[in-house]
């Protein structure tokens, strides 16, 4: 049985205090939370803030992104073992933002994911299609590719090592426009990658891994997402940065 998990990527909004009050709001509403796993994913220079103000709370800390190796010389970067020092759990990784802004690939997207199994960091491996490959129907094959590139050379570490890895499932025409995918729709691309996984590592493992979906997820449409079968969470956007909103949409869960 899947548990379901509900992750808030706050991307580059929240100050220190708007991050700890956040924090805080979450850790009084949802804090003793324990049918969903709840994790939230503020800026890398705010997690300190944020793990002092859930200690003690069912809340889980991630950070958004991570840079490949232990240390070295690459200005602007947060390595894995910085973040694992501040006991972060998970990392989102692939999201695509950093795909559009910032030249992010299915390569560097396999190389990071290998860092956060290196370091042992629970990776959130984000994919999905732009409004164009949608409408020329290239979605599926689109995906196939993200997943197989992506998650490249990762069975042994899946398979044997038992990691744990999550997917998000984050249509590009479904972040911040407020168009959510169906729920039919998105579990339509669900019950595809479960395939994809089953191939890629194998068909008991397919049916353990989280797949969350993300885009435009709100209080009001959480609960019919959640409800398919191959959705197993969410990761949230703009709806994470209130405590009210994220709180509601996790409880529509439970
Ligand atoms: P929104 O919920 O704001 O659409 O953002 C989704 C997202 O990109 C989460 O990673």
Known sequence: MRKTIIAGNWKMFTTKSEAESLAKGLAAEVGSVTEVEIVVCPPAINIETVI?????????V????????????????????????????YVI?????RRQHFGETDSSVNQKVKTAFEYGLIPIVCVGETLEERESDRTFEL????????????????????????????????????????????QDVHAFIRGQLASIFSEAKAASIQIQYGGSVKPENSKELMGQPDIDGALV????LKADSFSAIIKACI
């Open 62 to 89: 991630g950070a958004q992104n991570l840079y490949l190796g232990k240390e070295g010389a690459f200005t602007g970067e947060t390595s894995a073992p910085m973040i694992v020092s501040h006991n972060c759990n």
């Open 52 to 60: 002092s103000a859930v200690a003690g709370t069912s809340l889980k």
């Open 143 to 186: 995906i196939a590719t993200q997943l197989k590139a992506g998650l490249a050379d990762l069975s042994g570490e899946v398979l044997t090592q038992n990691k744990p890895i999550v997917i998000a499932y984050e249509p590009v025409w479904a972040i911040g426009t407020g168009k959510v995918a169906s729920p039919a729709q998105a």
């Open 237 to 240: 956007g703009g709806a994470s």
């Open 93 to 97: 990784i692939g999201h695509s933002e």
